[in-house]
């Protein structure tokens, strides 16, 4: 009998593991998830890198080898980052090739220092596309109001793009808008569309913690009884969204939709169970990156129940309209978590590069 992530991706929903480290590649344990687990991608982070190089040894080789050079540490992490990333897409080539680029992909994220900076957002995403120099890395970009036209930019260049930190259904049509200018551009310029592929990630368990942070410090049982269901409603709002952007007709011939990625899945509130993110977002033309306790959690437990997505949408309405009713400031939720969405990669990022100049 297939497992339960061979169920979920059944459904139509391919399983990305949220974490690398060289660790994982350099003792089988990246192919052993694959054979194993069914994961057939990976997306990595600042904070996901900073927590592989401050621990262990696998980098001490390549950090002497840095040190030698006299490398600037901005660069020697995004060597490190980019070598890691360069041997997991090899990983994931075959996954790659069978897939037509669907899946076997690999994220590799640009500084969150330079959200707020178009022109540098995209030269970086250049030069990571160019350095990790294989087809199936997608290069992390934030939805951020300013790295929107850089987004576009990155996929009329033919960069395949992964939209990272997306909380609200306004920000995510916009993400939809600026992907489908970039892939019209890139037609226009006679690439070959069907090579550029893209997901938008938005973010759930991070808006269920601020909302329920709020619903609690408003008390009352009606705010109380609105706790744990607005992440779940909010990405199905989302793939509403993706169902009517991407009918018939949307996109130039042979080009790709952008699926939705479902990002932040694992649970913060162990009340919760642990694969709600889960079983309750599966369904067709979706990526769910799970931390890999996630992604234990639905193997062992499993609870897949079908199709997910769709036939909840006027409970997910009923919902938001009641936490307005409540007095959550479900617009002040959103602008709060992307601000601190990037602030936390931002942080992450400071402090790998002290930790490394110091190693250096």
């Not at 409540?326 to 939720?333: A, H, K, L, N, P």
Request: aromatic fraction near 6%; include cysteine; glycine fraction near 8%.
């Amino acid at each position: 009998m297939s497992h339960a992530i061979d169920q979920l991706a059944a459904l139509g929903t391919s399983t990305w593991l949220d974490d690398l480290s060289r660790e994982r590649i350099a003792t089988g344990n990246l192919e052993e998830v694959i054979r194993e687990k069914g994961v057939v991608g990976v997306t990595t982070n600042p904070a996901i890198f900073a927590a592989a190089m401050s621990a262990g040894t696998a980098y001490d080789e390549q950090i002497e080898e840095l040190k030698k050079a006299g490398t600037k540490v901005d660069e020697a992490v995004y060597a490190m980052s980019v070598e890691d990333v360069r041997q997991a897409c090899d990983t994931f080539r075959e996954l790659y090739d069978s897939t037509e680029g669907r899946d076997g992909r690999v994220s590799i994220e640009v500084d969150p220092r330079l959200s707020e900076h178009r022109e540098a957002t995209l030269t970086q995403a250049r030069e990571l596309w160019r350095k990790v120099d294989r087809p199936n890395v997608m290069i992390k970009i934030p939805a951020t109001e300013e790295s929107l036209p850089a987004i576009t930019d990155a996929l009329a260049e033919g960069i395949s793009v992964n939209v990272t930190l997306i909380f609200s259904v306004a920000r995510y049509r916009a993400v939809i808008a600026a992907y489908k200018e970039g892939i019209r551009r890139a037609a226009e310029a006679g690439l070959d569309v069907s090579t550029i592929h893209s997901v938008a990630s938005f973010f759930v368990s991070r808006l269920d913690t601020e909302v329920d942070r709020r619903l609690e410090e408003i008390g009352t049982p009606e705010a109380l009884a609105l706790r744990g269901r607005a992440g779940v409603a909010n990405a199905r709002r989302a793939y509403a969204v993706f169902r009517e952007a991407f009918g018939e007709g949307e996109l130039p011939e042979g080009a790709n939709v952008q699926r939705p990625l479902w990002a932040s899945t694992g649970v913060k509130n162990p009340d919760y169970p642990a694969g709600l993110y889960v079983t309750e977002l599966a369904g067709p033309d979706t990526v769910n990156t799970m931390p890999e306790a996630t992604i234990d959690a639905v193997l062992r437990e499993g609870g897949l129940h079908g199709e997910t997505l769709t036939g909840h949408e006027q409970e997910d309405e009923q919902l938001f309209a009641d936490l307005l009713n409540v007095g959550v400031d479900t617009e002040d939720v959103f602008a709060v978590l992307e601000k601190e969405g990037v602030d936390k990669f931002v942080t992450a990022w400071s402090e790998l590069l002290t930790s490394m100049a110091e190693r250096l």
